[in-house]
């Protein structure tokens, strides 16, 4: 299911280094709503989700967030900070209550919109810290591309609990290919 590319989903460059910027990034490497803590949640749910098209996203968002993960550890690195370990800004170990172990499809697809939008709002507030114009892009682009996230679950939460015909799901797969089209 997954596959690696060399390159990353966003090109990550800093102005200067800034070693207190990349403690600050530590929470979106390892932290309670970072990209750690999504990706594996997410591997978790498609483990546990019934409905396939929904499964096909919940993957596919996964391995998306394995590459925010990637591009937070290189603009750590390339501020001056270190990972030394998978552990927050704090230097407290990533944990793996963190993830949620729902079963049931509704309360997955629910807990995984609250994630995004405390993702949404964590890189927004780490958007005012800096003063770098290249991290506030990388910054922005993650946040959209959370947003993107958190629409398209709230789409299947929608269809599922209304019990949407099978195509109407298969657009989340469309849906989530063409918001990757801008990357290309």
Known sequence: MFNYRKRLFYPVHVERQ????????????????SELSSSIQYLNH???????YVRELLG???AEELGHMEIISVAINKLGGQLLTCANSE????DIKFIDQSVDPINML??????????SSLYQQH???????NMKRMI????SREEVHKRLLQKALTLILEAG???????LIYDYKVSLQILE
């Not at 629910?110 to 993702?119: F, I, K, L, P």
């Not at 922005?140 to 946040?143: A, G, K």
């Open 18 to 33: 800034d070693p207190i910027f990349a403690k600050v990034l530590l929470e979106h490497y390892a932290g309670r709503d």
């Open 46 to 52: 498609r483990s546990n989700m019934s409905n396939r």
């Open 91 to 94: 230097g407290a170990p990533w």
């Open 140 to 143: 922005s682009f993650l946040i």
């Open 60 to 62: 596919l968002i996964a």
């Open 110 to 119: 629910q807990v995984d919109v609250q994630a995004e939008t405390r993702a």
């Open 127 to 133: 958007l005012e810290m800096t003063n770098d114009p």
């Open 165 to 171: 015909p099978p195509e109407e799901l298969n657009e």
